[in-house]
């Protein structure tokens, strides 16, 4: 090992220990009573577990992690106090390990020892949420989810499946994921800032992931709550600017002479769908507080599979067309494409002019027809997932936004 790399890790070490123990030793108290182990306690035992590392590797680590445990369960042992609890404990054996990953592992360590810092300094803050804030049906909810995103997906076979093999098993449970992480963004969002901000944020945020769930998401949090329909709108519309965004800057990356030719479309786009969210974020934010609802479920599992089937629907419809047209124009292709994603076909459209297969201009079309697929996509799932006074308010917006795209390729050419 070189020994300037020594040298980093052993201060890297130094700095977390005394990243922890500055904490600890806020908590520590005074008088006979006070806890055990401070600032210098933790500087010591990170130190340790570093200069182990550099002097006998993993052997010696384990000996002195070992030490450090005997000593921290000592502690625990003589402590007055009828319920001492074992973090400072814990913490201590942590912070040694730490130590000792900073020899090969700096940046990781260094960013462990933050994570631990903040769980340590948010103890009452914590305590609190989960006690007095977090419901019963919130608990269950958060272990569905951890059960679906850390179990269900990593065991889910990653394979197209039947029918043109456009269908995969992995692909069609991300997209359950995703909905439901987004509807419990939402839900956070409205108990935490209230309806008339939480939804049109959110809405904005996880446009950026997937439009296509977001507007779903809406839907169902509309359907489901009608004091928030006019909230839920405005979060709809709004992650369609988060397509619009997005695409700016992937064109940006991959080509920017196709930016260039999309600017004025995307410009007139990006303006449409501000605009038609600001009318219902107006509406929104003259609600009175005492119609808000913080009442429900973060995120419905019916719905979260519903959403998926009719996406998959969408793919079964796309492929079936590349079946009867083929897939060698790149108008079919994009139009295929689209229906999942409007980004892929731009960043494919770009990168063709950035070879010089094809010129800017003839990029606009193609990469204009992936948004009108994926814009019917959008309207398919409002008018499933949100009901009719949901779908009435949502889908004109889409059209809107995509004829003031299209209105702008008109006036550009």
Not at 53 to 77: C, H, K, P, R, S
Not at 88 to 97: G, H, K, P, Q
Not at 99 to 119: D, N, Q
Not at 133 to 149: N, P, R, Y
Request: hydrophobic letters at 55%; glycine letters at 10%.
């Amino acid at each position: 090992m070189v020994a300037g790399q020594v040298y980093i890790g052993i201060a890297i070490s130094l700095g977390i220990g005394l990243l922890i123990g500055a904490e600890r030793e806020r908590r520590k108290g005074a008088g006979p009573t006070r806890g055990s182990a401070g600032i210098r306690t933790f500087a010591l035992a990170s130190l340790m577990g570093g200069i182990s590392m550099a002097i006998g590797g993993e052997l010696l680590v384990f000996i002195t992690t070992l030490a450090v445990g005997g000593l921290a369960t000592v502690a625990y042992a003589r402590s007055n106090e009828k319920d001492p609890g074992i973090t400072s404990e814990l913490a201590l054996v942590a912070t040694c390990l730490l130590g000792a990953l900073a020899i090969r592992e700096p940046v990781l360590s260094a960013g462990l020892a933050v994570v631990i810092t903040i769980l340590l300094a948010g103890r009452t803050r914590i305590h609190r949420f989960v006690r007095d804030i977090l419901t019963e049906q919130e608990l269950h909810d958060a272990l569905l989810f951890a059960a679906v995103a850390l179990i269900f997906l990593p065991l889910t076979p990653d394979r197209p499946i039947s029918f043109f093999r456009v269908l995969n098993l992995r692909t069609l449970l991300v997209l359950t994921v995703i909905f439901m992480l987004i509807s419990s963004a939402g839900y956070v969002a409205v108990r935490t800032f209230g309806s008339r901000l939480g939804l049109p944020l959110t809405g904005l945020v996880s446009g950026f992931v997937s439009g296509v769930a977001t507007i779903g998401s809406m839907g169902v949090r509309a359907l489901k709550q009608a004091n928030l329909l006019r909230s839920a709108v405005a979060g709809a519309v709004l992650s369609t600017v988060s397509t619009v965004i997005q695409l700016i800057v992937v064109l940006w990356i991959t080509d920017v002479s196709t930016l260039g030719a999309l600017w004025l479309p995307l410009g007139f786009a990006g303006l449409a769908a501000v605009a038609y969210a600001a009318i219902f974020m107006t509406h929104s934010l003259r609600q009175q507080r005492t119609t808000e609802g913080t009442s429900g479920r973060a995120f419905s599992l019916a719905s979260s599979a519903a959403f998926a089937a009719t996406v998959s629907s969408i793919l079964a419809v796309s492929a079936l067309m590349r079946e009867w047209f083929g897939a060698t124009g790149l108008f079919v292709a994009a139009l295929v494409a689209g229906f999942a994603d409007a980004h892929a076909v731009a960043i494919s459209a770009g990168s063709l002019v950035a070879a010089g297969k094809i010129s800017a201009a003839d990029a606009v079309p193609i990469i204009l027809i992936g948004f009108t697929t994926n814009t019917i996509s959008k309207i398919v799932i409002a008018a499933t997932t949100g009901g009719r006074q949901f779908a009435i308010r949502v889908v004109p917006g889409l059209v809107l936004v995509l004829g003031a795209a299209w209105l702008g390729s008109f006036l550009r050419f």
